[in-house]
């Protein structure tokens, strides 16, 4: 009887501990995409517009959330590699990304912000004002293809973080940078990088909305993404975190 019962304590301690893993969604997130990802250094943790959202999806639909750092450029291939089960990033909904991963509802629509030197005065209002100089972008982004196809540029360097791409812009030693817009605009506004400044008359060449991405045809996880969000955005939820990162 005694052997009966702690088998049984067992088996029911096993089932505890299956039900933990299987509720456990494993999330791909960058150290470097201030609002909407980023190292907080004050709890060495990964925080942020998308990770804050995630973690209210998470609440929302009884699953809890385990943030991995990784770079931008490896999150599609971690997930498609089954070490993550989604990615909370700034990474926009695009067609090719569409035919390998799936992605939710679009949560927030942006463009492409343009930066130089603060020291460079000349005013900046697409690729034309920049023929045959040497321009940055991060390593991933939708940004690159176009700039590289608009044969415009001298050269398209790729950097791996956007903070890599303005200290090459302070130093002189590419022309100008071309990263998410509300990323640039935050480390600008928080103090980082004073000798870079935005194109204020700058016209995006690409606009995108960022989502969300699982596994393709991972089709119950998209299913409760998308339930959140949609509840999110009846009830503020969405509101209250974008503003909370100075978006809205």
Request: aromatic letters at 10%; charged letters at 25%.
């Amino acid at each position: 009887m005694f052997r009966l019962s702690r088998l049984l304590a067992l088996s029911l301690a096993f089932v505890g501990l299956m039900a933990t893993a299987q509720t456990t969604l494993r999330v791909g997130s960058t150290p470097t995409g201030i609002p909407f990802t980023f190292l907080d250094t004050k709890t060495n943790q990964i925080s942020g517009v998308m990770v804050d959202l995630i973690k209210e999806i998470g609440k929302d639909q009884g699953f809890a959330v385990e943030i991995t750092p990784m770079s931008f450029s490896t999150l599609i291939a971690a997930l498609q590699a089954n070490k993550i089960d989604a990615i909370a990033a700034a990474m926009y909904i695009t067609p090719p990304r569409l035919e390998v991963v799936d992605f939710s509802d679009p949560i927030y629509t942006y463009g492409d912000g343009l930066f130089v030197a603060a020291k460079d005065t000349k005013d900046y209002k697409g690729y034309e004002d920049l023929k045959g100089e040497v321009v940055g972008a991060q390593i991933g982004t939708a940004y690159v293809k176009p700039m590289q196809d608009s044969g415009m540029f001298k050269e398209v360097k790729v950097y791996d973080s956007i903070p890599d791409i303005m200290r090459d812009v302070n130093l002189g030693r590419i022309k100008a940078g071309f990263a998410d817009y509300p990323i640039v605009a935050y480390n600008l506004s928080q103090g980082g990088f004073p000798d870079s400044r935005l194109a204020k008359n700058y016209k995006p060449a690409v606009v995108g909305s960022v989502g969300i991405a699982v596994r393709k045809g991972d089709k119950a996880t998209l299913d409760k993404v998308n339930a959140s969000l949609r509840k999110f955005k009846t009830d503020g939820t969405i509101d209250r975190i974008l503003a909370r990162w100075n978006l809205k």
